[in-house]
């Protein structure tokens, strides 16, 4: 017992050491080598992956907007990221449901139309090729020159993936977006600045008197603080201009016998061509868009009466001479009854001396101000209830259209995750 007393102070002393000596080792084998990726955290989506030698596919059971050039973090079992590799190619089932988002705001939500499966690699956007979406108002032709993004659950493709120490694949998702250059100013070494001597500075050192103030009848040692102004509520920022009456797409051109022949104005014969498609149409046979068309072959196709996407039938055809009030011959007339199945409006007359056609179809333009932001035109039909816009974070949708009132009820959504507002617009 007398042995402790005296060497309490060296047992103390060893004791210590011993701690110091655990704490150093932890500190260098427990952390890890790769400092840990903060803006890379694991994005959370449900996946399958395939291997095969230096690819891996992988499948997604949730929709995400990854394209080719986007990345794929590696990560290690702590979450530090290993390697990223770029998304090589993606890959669309036919027929498969996803939404198309343009590079100016449109959202077409549907289901493709293309026969066969679509894939992009990382040069798509230089390809001259098109895609169709049919969604619930009829179908839409999408140049690639025109498309930002899909947003599905397409499969993508890329190369030589990397297991982490563990031998496992750890996946993240995570895109960096682009951040300000910082203010050089802000890297300057901040200066401690003398503060200013008291106004009501005193002879006294051991005691400086506060300054008094007279507020509304009362004494205080302090002036009120200025209100806090609220913060100014952001305008919807959606204005109607325009209900038009659109001309007829189809404009019937000649005819060789009982067959007609119509001009479609939305579809060029070639790209960068400035000449119309003509297509030669059959009385009685239901046509529809012609979605995967080369260069040069009709815009128009023949089809069944019960496809849901048919667009147009000529009923009935006829050639009659009509007397020339100018010259006071005769000259050969084509009349044409069409039915068309989109517009929903009764069977209507197309003739050759038309030079423009009016079916009912209205175009409705809007414009989008918001303050700081430069602003956006949209134009859709009576057709396209619900269809969408992307302004800056922003979503608009349509959610009723009312021709006869020339008026429209839109829906907004942002900037805020949970803020939305509705507003009947109406055209002064």
Same mark, same amino acid.
């Given at each position: 017992m007398n042995n402790v007393k005296e060497n309490y102070e060296k047992l103390l002393l060893v004791l210590l050491?011993? /701690?110091? =000596?655990?704490?150093?080792?932890?500190?260098? @084998?427990?952390?890890?080598?790769?400092?840990?990726?903060?803006?890379?955290?694991?994005?959370?989506?449900?996946?399958?992956?395939?291997? +095969?030698?230096?690819?891996m596919v992988i499948e997604f059971s949730g929709s995400h907007s990854?394209? $080719?050039?986007?990345?794929? *973090?590696? @990560?290690?079992?702590?979450?530090?990221? *290993?390697? +990223?590799? !770029?998304? %090589?190619?993606? /890959?669309?089932?036919? %027929?498969?449901? &996803? *939404?198309?988002?343009?590079?100016d705001g449109t959202?077409?939500?549907? %289901? @493709?139309? #293309?026969?066969?499966?679509?894939?992009?690699? &990382?040069?798509?956007?230089?390809?001259?090729? #098109?895609i169709s979406i049919t969604h619930s108002k009829g179908t839409q032709t999408v140049l690639y020159?025109?498309?930002?993004?899909?947003?599905? #659950?397409?499969?993508?493709?890329?190369?030589? $993936?990397?297991?982490? *120490?563990?031998?496992?694949?750890?996946?993240?998702?995570?895109?960096?977006?682009?951040?300000?250059?910082?203010?050089?100013?802000?890297l300057e070494r901040p200066k401690w600045l003398q503060t200013p001597a008291d106004a009501n500075a005193s002879i006294y050192d051991l005691f400086t008197p506060p300054i008094i103030y007279l507020v509304e009848g009362k004494l205080s040692t302090s002036l009120p603080e200025d209100p806090i102004p609220e913060a100014k509520k952001e305008s919807f920022g959606m204005e109607l201009i325009k209900f038009s009456n659109e001309p007829y797409a189809f404009k019937l051109v000649s005819w060789i016998g009982n067959t007609p022949y119509f001009e479609d104005s939305n579809t060029k014969? !070639?790209?960068?061509?400035?000449?119309n498609m003509r297509n030669r149409l059959e009385v009685g046979v239901p046509y529809k868009q012609a979605i995967t068309r080369k260069p040069g072959q009709p815009s128009l196709i023949a089809t069944e009466i019960d496809d849901e996407e048919?667009?147009? &039938?000529?009923?009935?055809? !006829?050639?009659?001479? =009509?007397?020339?009030?100018? &010259?006071?011959?005769?000259?050969?007339?084509?009349?044409?009854?069409?039915?068309?199945?989109?517009?929903?409006?009764?069977?209507?007359? /197309?003739?050759?001396?038309?030079?423009e056609v009016y079916a009912g179809n209205v175009k409705i333009e809007v414009r989008l101000t918001l303050e700081d932001l430069e602003g956006k035109t949209f134009s859709f039909s009576t057709d396209d209830v619900g269809i969408s816009f992307d302004f800056s974070e922003r979503i608009y949708s349509v959610l009723e259209i009312n021709e006869e009132a020339k008026s429209i009820l839109v829906r907004k959504k942002g900037p805020l995750p949970d803020e939305q507002q509705e507003l009947l617009l109406v055209l002064p």
């Amino acid at each position: 017992m007398n042995n402790v007393k005296e060497n309490y102070e060296k047992l103390l002393l060893v004791l210590l050491l011993a /701690i110091l =000596i655990v704490l150093v080792c932890v500190s260098f @084998l427990g952390d890890p080598d790769v400092p840990v990726d903060q803006t890379n955290k694991d994005l959370v989506l449900p996946y399958e992956m395939e291997v +095969k030698g230096n690819t891996m596919v992988i499948e997604f059971s949730g929709s995400h907007s990854l394209m $080719p050039g986007s990345s794929v *973090s590696f @990560l290690e079992s702590n979450g530090s990221v *290993s390697s +990223k590799k !770029t998304i %090589r190619e993606i /890959i669309i089932q036919r %027929r498969a449901k &996803t *939404s198309v988002v343009l590079k100016d705001g449109t959202i077409f939500e549907g %289901r @493709l139309g #293309n026969q066969d499966e679509i894939r992009l690699n &990382t040069e798509w956007q230089n390809e001259r090729n #098109n895609i169709s979406i049919t969604h619930s108002k009829g179908t839409q032709t999408v140049l690639y020159d025109d498309l930002s993004h899909f947003v599905g #659950n397409h499969t993508v493709v890329l190369d030589n $993936p990397e297991k982490n *120490s563990d031998g496992d694949y750890k996946l993240s998702f995570y895109q960096n977006k682009e951040y300000l250059k910082l203010d050089e100013s802000l890297l300057e070494r901040p200066k401690w600045l003398q503060t200013p001597a008291d106004a009501n500075a005193s002879i006294y050192d051991l005691f400086t008197p506060p300054i008094i103030y007279l507020v509304e009848g009362k004494l205080s040692t302090s002036l009120p603080e200025d209100p806090i102004p609220e913060a100014k509520k952001e305008s919807f920022g959606m204005e109607l201009i325009k209900f038009s009456n659109e001309p007829y797409a189809f404009k019937l051109v000649s005819w060789i016998g009982n067959t007609p022949y119509f001009e479609d104005s939305n579809t060029k014969k !070639t790209p960068g061509s400035d000449e119309n498609m003509r297509n030669r149409l059959e009385v009685g046979v239901p046509y529809k868009q012609a979605i995967t068309r080369k260069p040069g072959q009709p815009s128009l196709i023949a089809t069944e009466i019960d496809d849901e996407e048919k667009l147009l &039938t000529v009923e009935y055809f !006829t050639v009659e001479q =009509i007397k020339d009030p100018k &010259t006071g011959g005769y000259k050969n007339v084509g009349r044409a009854l069409v039915k068309d199945h989109k517009l929903g409006v009764k069977s209507f007359e /197309i003739n050759s001396l038309m030079q423009e056609v009016y079916a009912g179809n209205v175009k409705i333009e809007v414009r989008l101000t918001l303050e700081d932001l430069e602003g956006k035109t949209f134009s859709f039909s009576t057709d396209d209830v619900g269809i969408s816009f992307d302004f800056s974070e922003r979503i608009y949708s349509v959610l009723e259209i009312n021709e006869e009132a020339k008026s429209i009820l839109v829906r907004k959504k942002g900037p805020l995750p949970d803020e939305q507002q509705e507003l009947l617009l109406v055209l002064p």
